[in-house]
């Protein structure tokens, strides 16, 4: 199973970008659980940014609240970020992160996994 990221790029502060995280690579059956975004900037320490456990409202850092918005499409196997008001202080590498079920014929396994990190770049 891996995450692949998509969405990143180079926007103007007080504009939007959505971040996808699709999981794939796996024949069975598989469940996105609890999920999370983080980021990193240069020279920072990674930061939660976003979480939301399964059937839990999601909890996000005070630096993004009201601007960003977490979710995912169980039919899809994908979670998403929408970031809204961009400013040049959210420029980061953004990383998705999800406990993953994974239901085979041998039984369920869970396991944490990681996206590639996607560079989202914002400029005033």
């Known amino acids: 199973v891996q995450l692949v990221e998509s969405g990143g790029g180079l926007v103007q502060a007080g504009g939007s970008l959505t971040l996808s995280c699709a999981a794939s690579?796996?024949?069975?059956?598989?469940?996105?659980?609890?999920i999370a975004w983080y980021r990193q900037a240069p020279g920072k320490q990674r930061e939660l940014v976003a979480g939301?456990?399964?059937?839990?409202?999601?909890n996000y850092a005070d630096s993004v609240k009201g601007r960003f918005t977490i979710s995912k499409d169980n039919a899809k196997d994908t979670m998403y970020l929408q970031m809204n008001s961009l400013k040049p202080e959210d420029t980061a590498v953004y990383y998705c992160?999800?406990?993953?079920?994974?239901?085979?014929?041998?039984?369920?396994?869970?396991?944490?996994?990681w996206g590639q990190g996607t560079q989202v770049t914002v400029f005033s």
């Open positions: 939301m456990s399964r059937g839990a409202v999601p």
């Open positions: 992160n999800a406990a993953i079920t994974l239901r085979a014929p041998w039984g369920s396994e869970l396991d944490t996994y």
């Open positions: 690579g796996s024949t069975y059956v598989l469940t996105l659980d609890d």
